[in-house]
Every structure is written in structure tokens, then in C-alpha cells.
């Protein structure tokens, strides 16, 4: 069997969801009901096997830093391997592409003695085998495989993402990063597998010469000398780029489908245990539609909407079509319509907190 | 290994025979309750909040799900590096070996486990209770009152008395007198089975109860006994929480039904006191449009389409559409069809129940649904 490492690579995040990420990374954003954004793509990681993952980060890691801990959560606390979280090691380069922060940890390629590197970020909602990616890889004798998603879906169509193009086989022939996607076009899902010598050697190049900032850019520049495969993901997967979408791709967990396959079908997603008590549901408690974490004690009306966990919902209050996140307290007789609550927000009694058109973000820890 | 202050000894070896088929394959402090935990996440939990980080769990019967569960302990904190929780089997020795033949007899056969911490203090409790208790607390009161034991004892309504270990006490808390399930009981003051002793003293009683060939090896029999005897120092600490020994169905259904007070009195999401037990990695639990969740506890994992009133779910229970659940304990992985009527029982982990069945009944009495059968004992 083939060693394979792996990287979480959240150098290039964007930081657009407003307030959830004013004091955090978009991968440590919450998300359906208890989890955090990297969970995915770290837990499809150990469920591949895959026991060396390194985290590559710029800035706001606190909250990230927190939540991953030693990894044991997600069985990376190991003696061969385990989870090495690594933040820039020279503040000068925060501005340079991802490539830089390849470089900063080319001892971690060379030391790990791998046969290839699996690069994923920490942004995508999806159940993903990733030995199919490697098998496949395998298979096709492929130099760098990279993952991608048809766009058939109307709400992605129109934004920018980065496309690739492939002839009959398979086999990358463009990559275009950073443009408009149409229907029916490829995305390509910011995740490859590379062998590990070629990784080392097209890192080392690419800063040598200072052809490339960043390491999709050199992937799209190689493929004429790479065999670059392409991998078709046919699961469920997100494009969250900003509230809007985060709260669409959010209320998809209300579908008994979606969730199945996320979190049934294949591997389980492991996240940061907090030892909440079950969910209590009084005698006034009327939910409905919902998605409830541990650690809730419910006396009001829930509709069509997420509660992570700790959250207390007094007698008469009413929530309709939104998110709140971990201790929320919402006091008797308010009613919350139509927003994300960050953690800790309190909603006193009686108040209202509603939006009409676009759902509205309320700042972590606010008291209304 | 280094000193410790206090190590303790939990006994979990029970049987539990009057939990019937619950307990087929799992020892009693293995059984589910409260919608997440298992009847030894609360000692654990005790043990991890007081400050007790060395802990011997000695099992005997059934023990392999509870091996497992406890694994190296890292749910309760109690993987450590000195310390930390060990599961202590009946063993075989080169001059053989035998079963435990009693609560002092299991502790006297692990003695060796006990002196290579050299502790000042055992506390001796059992898997079988739920409780919420600061066993530093009672360490203190121990210290304090210059004990060689120290008993913890709650009142227990008068016509329950003589089921309990009965302690008779002076005006300074001092016991004069210990009867095992008196029949004519004299105090209403009953043992919990949780004890403190000073380890010297522990040895030595042990050593001698073990040479008796009379002795039943246990502690409430003879143990105890023995020392107030002696006139040795020993003290009750009363305790007035909640305390319940789920020894039967009936118990075990009612301490599960306590829970769901608006102001029960044991409380399971204190954060300065959280009962831990072993993640199962589930999803939140989602409540379908068509569902009516009242006065339940509900775990991650589940998926409820039907009506759910005054029930205790654990994780990843599926209940169909149109189908009743109520005053009922639905165990880990349970699935209920659609059209299914559920009333006063308790199911246990991974029963399937088809469309259209109906189980329980409310004639009073409580079922039980395992092994594919049903059994039924009065409420």
C-alpha cells in the first residue's frame, strides 16, 4: 500500500462571510448543527486512512486551533504521523500565494516518506472517498490527479470558480482559474492528489523562479508536461462564497437525503466532543423541520431551522428559517426570523429579530 | 508509580439479574440510561470531576462491552500517565485463581493494584448507581473526623428501608450499629455502597476477613461489620441528592422518567459537574414536519417522523411516520416502522420494529422489548 500524507490547505481562504468570519477562519465556521467546516474534509481524510495530515494556515487560527486540538477527535493523535498544525512561519510572506507556505514546509514532504500528497481545503461540505481518488490515480498512472465537480447547479453557474477542461480520457487539457463558471462546466474542487516527488520538485521550481504564486497556478501550468487526471466527485458537495450561499447550502441539511449521504452512507464525520446532554424537549416545545443538537433545552416553537448545541428556546418563542449557533439564549415570547445567530448571542424576552429578503448575520456574543 | 491521596475502587462486576434480558449480554453497569450514557458514566464522571484520577474498575460478568466502553479512559479524562483507569479481571495466579467471591473479596484480590500507589485513602464505590456526588467532599469530611471508615448514607422513605443496608448512628454521626437489609429496620439511614477507608486499616480488615472461612467477603456483611466491632472510627456522610439505584425495570423506567421534569433533580448539563460517556460521532438529530416531539429527551442521530411524548430516546433511533411513542425508553439504534404504537416499555438497543406494530400497553405495567421478545413486570 501506497503512503499517502495529507494537506488541509487554508492559505488562500477568502474571509466573506461577514461577521461568522470576522474572528475566525472559514474553516472553523460552524455548520450543521455541531460541526465546523474543516471536520469534512479532515474526517474524510481519516476514514481514507490517511494519518499524517498537516493544516497549512495564515491567519485567524485561534477559534481553528481550539477546535483541532492534539486531533484526537479525529484519530490524528499519533506517534507515526498525527496532525501538525502549522501557521506561517515568517510573517513577511502573508501576502505571497499559497505556494510560499508549500515551501515553508517542504521538511514535512521530504521527512514524511510518502508516495503522495493529497491536497483538500477547509471549506467543503461533502462525504468524499478519497481511496477512489487514489486508486484511480493509481490506475490511470497519473502524475497529479485533481478533483472536480460538474456545475448543475443553477446557483453556481455565474460565479467564479476555477474550470478545468478534459479531453476523452480523462486528462486535464486547460485549467482556468478564477473564472465564470456556465453549466454544465467542470469545477474543479481546490483538491488534487500529487506524487510527493513531483510536489517537492514543482514547489522548489515554481520559487525558484518565481513563475508561480500559487499551487493551482502550477498545476494549470504543467499540463503539458504532467499526466494531469481528472477526477469526477459525483457526491454532495457546497460552494459556500459568502452568507447567502452559506445559508442555502445550511438549510439543505433539513433534507433527510442530503444527510444521509453526508453523514450515513460512508464514513462518519468526527468533530470536537462537548459531553452536551440529550436534547429536552418540554411540554410546550413544538419543532418541527429542524436539525437539533445535543445540549438543547426547548419550551418554543422551531421551524425549518438548525440548532447547534447548549441552545435554550423559552416558553412562546418562535424561530422560523434560521441558524443559531452553540448557547444561544432566546428568552420567552421573542421571535427570530430569517437570521444566523453567531455563539452566544441572548435575544431577550419579547424581542423581535427578523429579516425580510436576505438572511441577516447577528454578531457573536451580542445581547439583544 | 508515584503516591496517590486516594485511589478508588469501583465494583462492576454486577449481574444485574433483576434487569432480565437487559442484561443478557452486558453487565449492569453497562446499561444504557438517560439517552446517552451507560450506568457507569456517573462514578466515572464522579471520580474525573472530584479529582480522583486513579481508578480500578473490577468487572466479572459479561465484560467485554464494558471493556471496551471504558477503553483507556479518555472519556472521562482518566487516561493519564500515572493513574488513570484500569479494568482488574479475576485473574490466575501460579497458585491458581478464582472468581471474585465478594465486594471485599475483589478488592482483597487486588491489593497488589491498590499498594503500588501507596495511597493514604480507597474509596470503594459501585458502577451500579446514578448519582452526581464530590467524593473529594466526603474525603474531606473523612480527614476532618479522623475516620478509619467512612460510610455515605441518605434517607430512604421508611417502607423501602429494609432493602438497604441500615445504619444506626450516635448524635456525632458516629455508626454504632450496621444491619444488611434488616427486616425490622431501626433508622431510615441506608448505606449508598460508598465507602472511604483508610488503606491501612482497609488492608488489614481485608487481610484477616479473607483467613475467616465463615466470612461472605463483602463489605456491608462483614467488612463493616467487623470494624464497628472493633470500635474503629466509623462515620456516616449524609447525602440528600439524587440517588438511584437502578436495579430493576421499574426503577431503571422511572429513574429514566425523573429526567424529564422541567426541574429534574438530577441535572445533566451542569457544565462544573457534566456526566461524560463515549461519542458515537452521530449528526444532530433532525425532526421531520411531520413529528411532535413533547416532553422527551432525544439524542444525536435520531430521525423522528412520529409523535414522541414523555419518552427517552437514545442515539440513532428512527421513528416512521404516524407511529406513537410514549413513557417509553427507546435504546441505542433502535428503528420503529411507520404506524407503530409504542406505550410504557423499554427497547432495547438495535430492536427493529415493523409497520403497524403495537407494543406495551397501559394496563399499568412496563415491557420490556429484547431479544425479540416481549416481557412484561408491573410499573
Known amino acids: 500500500m501506497k503512503k499517502v500524507v495529507g494537506v488541509i490547505n487554508l492559505v488562500d481562504e477568502k474571509n466573506n462571510l461577514s461577521e461568522l468570519t470576522n474572528h475566525r477562519s472559514f474553516a472553523s465556521v460552524p455548520f450543521a448543527g455541531r460541526y465546523r467546516l474543516i471536520d469534512f474534509s479532515l474526517s474524510n481524510m481519516t476514514n481514507a486512512s490517511i494519518n499524517t495530515v498537516a493544516v497549512f494556515t495564515r491567519e485567524k487560527y485561534r477559534s481553528l486551533f481550539d477546535h483541532l486540538g492534539s486531533g484526537r477527535e479525529w484519530d490524528l493523535d499519533r506517534h507515526r504521523g498525527g496532525l501538525f498544525f502549522q501557521p506561517p512561519a515568517d510573517d513577511e510572506r502573508k501576502s505571497d500565494g499559497d505556494i510560499s507556505s508549500f515551501y515553508e514546509n517542504l521538511s514535512y514532504f521530504k521527512r514524511s516518506l510518502s508516495d503522495y500528497v493529497l491536497v483538500t481545503n477547509g471549506q467543503l461540505v461533502w462525504n468524499v472517498d478519497f481511496d477512489q481518488v487514489i486508486q484511480e490515480h493509481e490506475a490511470q498512472n497519473a502524475d497529479i490527479t485533481v478533483v472536480y465537480k460538474p456545475c448543475d447547479d443553477p446557483y453556481t453557474s455565474g460565479r467564479n470558480y476555477n474550470v478545468l477542461y478534459t479531453n476523452d480520457d480523462e486528462r486535464v487539457d486547460r485549467l482556468n482559474l478564477d473564472v465564470e463558471a456556465l453549466p454544465g462546466d467542470n469545477v474543479y474542487l481546490n483538491t488534487f492528489l500529487m506524487n510527493s516527488s513531483l510536489l517537492i520538485s514543482l514547489v522548489e521550481d515554481s520559487v525558484k523562479t518565481g513563475k508561480y504564486d500559487s499551487i493551482n497556478e502550477a498545476i494549470a501550468g504543467s499540463l503539458d508536461r504532467y499526466h494531469v487526471h481528472a477526477y469526477h466527485f459525483g457526491g454532495y458537495v457546497t460552494f459556500i462564497d459568502n452568507i447567502e450561499s452559506y445559508y442555502r447550502y445550511s438549510m439543505e441539511m433539513l433534507d433527510p437525503n442530503v444527510t444521509q449521504e453526508l453523514f450515513y452512507n460512508k464514513g462518519p464525520i468526527y468533530t470536537k466532543v462537548k459531553h452536551e446532554s440529550p436534547a429536552k424537549y418540554l411540554e410546550s416545545s413544538n419543532v418541527s423541520n429542524s436539525l437539533v443538537a445535543n445540549g438543547c433545552i426547548i419550551s418554543g416553537t422551531v421551524e425549518n431551522s438548525i440548532l447547534f448545541r447548549g441552545i435554550r428556546v423559552g416558553k412562546g418563542a418562535v424561530i422560523r428559517n434560521s441558524i443559531i449557533m452553540q448557547k444561544c439564549e432566546i428568552g420567552e415570547g421573542a421571535i427570530i426570523e430569517n437570521v444566523i445567530l453567531d455563539k452566544d448571542v441572548s435575544v431577550s424576552p419579547g424581542e423581535t429579530v427578523r429579516s425580510e429578503d436576505q438572511p441577516r448575520v447577528i454578531a457573536k456574543s451580542t445581547v439583544i | 508509580m508515584s503516591k496517590k491521596r486516594c485511589v478508588a475502587m469501583l465494583l462492576a462486576g454486577g449481574q444485574g439479574t433483576r434487569l432480565g434480558k437487559l442484561t443478557t449480554r452486558l453487565a449492569k453497569p453497562a446499561v444504557p440510561f438517560g439517552g446517552k450514557y451507560r450506568i457507569i458514566d456517573f462514578t466515572l464522571s464522579n471520580c474525573s470531576n472530584s479529582g480522583i484520577d486513579t481508578v480500578g474498575v473490577l468487572t466479572q460478568y459479561q465484560p467485554y462491552i464494558l471493556n471496551s466502553y471504558i477503553g483507556i479512559g479518555s472519556s472521562w479524562d482518566l487516561d493519564r500517565k500515572n493513574g488513570g483507569v484500569s479494568v482488574l479481571p479475576p485473574y490466575l495466579g501460579q497458585k491458581g485463581g478464582e472468581w471474585y467471591r465478594g465486594t471485599a473479596n475483589a478488592i482483597y484480590q487486588n491489593m497488589y493494584y491498590i499498594k503500588q500507589y501507596d495511597p493514604e485513602y ?69 448505606s449508598m455502597g460508598i465507602y472511604i477507608f483508610n488503606w491501612k486499616a482497609l488492608e488489614k480488615y481485608l487481610t484477616e476477613d479473607e483467613q475467616n472461612p465463615e466470612s461472605s467477603n463483602d463489605f456491608g456483611k462483614d467488612i463493616i461489620p467487623a470494624m464497628i466491632e472493633d470500635e474503629k472510627n466509623v462515620f456516616a456522610y449524609s447525602y440528600n441528592g439524587y440517588w ?9 423506567w422511572e429513574a429514566n422518567m425523573d429526567l424529564l421534569d422541567d426541574d429534574p433533580s438530577l441535572i445533566l448539563n451542569d457544565p462544573a459537574w457534566k456526566i461524560y460517556s463515549v461519542n458515537p460521532n452521530q449528526p444532530p438529530q433532525y425532526i421531520a414536519p411531520q413529528a411532535k416531539v413533547t416532553r422527551s429527551l432525544v439524542n444525536e442521530g435520531c430521525v423522528v417522523y412520529g409523535d414522541i411524548y414523555r419518552s427517552v430516546l437514545f442515539y440513532g433511533v428512527h421513528v416512521g411516520l404516524g407511529s406513537t411513542i410514549k413513557n417509553s425508553i427507546i435504546m441505542p439504534n433502535v428503528k420503529i416502522g411507520a404506524n407503530v404504537t409504542i406505550e410504557n416499555a423499554i427497547v432495547e438497543s438495535g430492536t427493529i420494529v415493523e409497520d403497524g406494530m403495537t407494543l406495551g400497553s397501559n394496563d399499568g405495567s412496563i415491557s420490556l422489548i429484547a431479544d425479540g421478545e416481549i416481557v412484561s413486570v408491573p410499573k
Do not use: C
Open chain 2, 122 to 190: 480507597v474509596l470503594v464505590i459501585s458502577g451500579d448507581h446514578i448519582y452526581k456526588m464530590d467524593y473529594s467532599e466526603m474525603l474531606d469530611y473523612h480527614e476532618e473526623r479522623g475516620a478509619d471508615a467512612t460510610i455515605a448514607v441518605l434517607e430512604v422513605p421508611w417502607h423501602e428501608a429494609s432493602r438497604f443496608g441500615i445504619m444506626n448512628t450516635d448524635d456525632e454521626d458516629r455508626i454504632v450499629e450496621f444491619q444488611e437489609k434488616p427486616a425490622e429496620p431501626k433508622t431510615n439511614l441506608a
Open chain 2, 244 to 252: 438511584k439505584d437502578v436495579g430493576t425495570l421499574q426503577s431503571l
